[in-house]
């Protein structure tokens, strides 16, 4: 399995950003996928997931800010961010919504006030 996270980069607050996560190995269609992120010095925390039949939720901190969204036939996974904020800025991840795999390397955001 591999998951490969891409999109991230240094924005000014207030920017949008969309991010990539590429899964391979897996049956993406059948899987739950969802996004993470680990801001320095913080625990991994979930960002907000998309079910097989495309319904998205999110958390608290993200929510009227984000949008999650799948192409099954790219086996990807995407997140659109806008309005960034600096407390934003952490490495994203993308994995199973459940159960989740082996962590990939991520894609760092970094958001500058």
């Known amino acids: 399995v591999q998951l490969q996270a891409s999109g991230g980069g240094l924005v000014q607050a207030g920017e949008s950003r969309r991010l990539s996560c590429v899964a391979s190995g897996i049956f993406f269609s059948l899987n739950d996928m969802a996004w993470y992120r680990q801001a320095p010095g913080k625990q991994r925390e979930w960002v907000a997931s998309v079910s097989i039949t495309g319904h998205g939720d999110y958390a608290d901190s993200v929510k009227d800010r984000a949008t999650v969204s799948r192409d099954n036939a790219k086996n990807t996974i995407y997140l659109q961010m806008n309005n960034l904020k600096p407390e934003d800025t952490a490495v994203y991840y993308c994995?199973?919504?459940?159960?989740?795999?082996?962590w990939g390397q991520g894609t760092l955001v970094t958001v500058s006030s």
């Open positions: 994995n199973r919504l459940y159960a989740q795999f082996s």
